[in-house]
């Protein structure tokens, strides 16, 4: 992996060449970023740069014997250390290697999801347990082979129990030449312990027009889709890049299309429409029920009078400006309470008809009747 590979993320880039070039290279570092930052991705191609042996002055070389080693993460002297779930006691990270080689070379903005799909996990909970906190130790206690420095890369230390204490010693006074590189998402999950003995990077979040210009560049998106896709997935390119693989028809459309029948009460239409949203499927479901929450919001932004903030492409802020002449703050309001009701259902697997048939009934019920859900209260306007 080479810096290169990386999307966006130029002023981390710069401080980790610095930290090489500068000379001071700290042994146990926190690499925290939120999920779809290339946190890891960055943390492999930072490896990969103090291993190179024709170091460039923005990139590892990407030919020498190291760097082709890297490619295929087969170095001797890289280790990683990740959650999984352990069928026998002895399992340690090293028992799914290769699981873990064919899943960040496949995706390396991979989350736990993707990850848990490639283990045979059924509902277990991932964790690093107690063995593999040995052998990480037993790892680390060798000289590097090849390489100035030996590296361990350990993913997600949120899943380190208490057990991970026993590396406390180790990421306090490793062997000489001895780099520890953490990658964590939530910094109040990690043990105390270990977080004040490490330095610090922080990974921001993407920019959606980051995000936005990597689907256009990588994934031939047309302008349209990636600005709807990045500005759903608010500079989360996991989430992006998992979107992607879904069915892309237009949320927008059909959001506002559903939010115009509800406002006719045309009955038999929004039936035949909550049906179609049934045989959607979960994650489009999901995605399509955020697309709305968010465009709700956007319309709130300008009837409030901060037009300014809204971040809508062209032709959907023609809609949302529409929209406003039927809507009004406390509507739009319920309205996406509603919404947001109905992700967490379909994130805990309700019945996709009888939930979208109900949505429907609720915004009918506050667009038409100014109704709250709950029913006798009026909207105030
Ligand atoms: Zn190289």
């Not at 996990?121 to 100035?148: D, G, R, V």
């Not at 029920?289 to 062209?314: D, T």
Request: with cysteine.
């Amino acid at each position: 992996m080479q810096f290169k590979e990386i999307v966006g993320q130029a002023g981390i880039k710069q401080r980790l060449l610095n930290s090489v070039t500068e000379n001071r290279v700290s042994h146990a570092q926190l690499f925290l970023g939120p999920e779809g930052s290339g946190s890891l991705a960055l943390a492999v191609a930072y490896a990969q740069y103090l291993s190179c042996e024709d170091k460039q002055p923005d990139d590892s070389c990407g030919v020498c014997s190291s760097c082709r080693k890297y490619n295929k993460l087969m170095h001797p002297d890289l280790h990683f250390s990740y959650p999984f779930f352990a069928k026998h006691k002895d399992d340690t990270a090293l028992t799914f290697i290769e699981q873990w080689r064919e899943a960040f070379l496949g995706n390396p903005y991979m989350n736990l999801d993707t990850w848990r799909g490639y283990l045979d996990a059924e509902n277990k909970q991932a964790n690093i347990n107690i063995a593999e906190c040995h052998q990480i130790i037993k790892k680390l206690s060798f000289k590097p082979f090849e390489s100035a420095y030996k590296i361990l890369i350990l993913w997600l230390p949120e899943y380190l129990d208490k057990e991970g204490n026993a590396l406390l010693k180790i990421i306090e006074e490793p062997q000489p030449n001895t780099l520890f590189i953490l990658v964590a998402q939530n910094q109040d999950q990690i043990l105390n312990t270990i977080l004040s003995r490490t330095q610090l990077v922080k990974v921001p979040c993407l920019h959606s027009q980051e995000v936005k210009q990597y689907l256009i560049a990588e994934h031939n998106q047309t302008e349209d889709a990636a600005s709807e896709i990045a500005y759903l997935t608010n500079g989360n390119l996991t989430e992006a890049l998992t979107m992607l693989q879904l069915d892309t028809k237009s949320y927008h459309e059909l959001f506002v299309q559903w939010l115009r029948l509800c406002f006719s009460n045309k009955g038999l239409e929004v039936l035949s429409f909550v049906d179609s949203f049934a045989k959607m499927g979960r994650e489009n479901q999901k995605n399509f029920l955020r697309y709305g929450i968010s465009f709700i919001r956007e319309c709130c932004l300008l009837m409030a009078g901060a037009g300014n903030l809204v971040h809508l492409p062209a032709k959907e802020l023609e809609t949302a400006q529409k929209m406003t002449n039927v809507l009004d703050l406390s509507k739009a309001q319920y309205i996406s309470t509603e919404l947001e009701k109905a992700h967490y259902h379909v994130e805990r697997n309700a019945n996709p008809k009888i939930l979208f048939l109900d949505v429907s009934l609720q915004i009918i019920k506050i667009l038409n009747l100014k109704t709250i859900p709950a029913g006798s209260q009026y909207i105030p306007n």
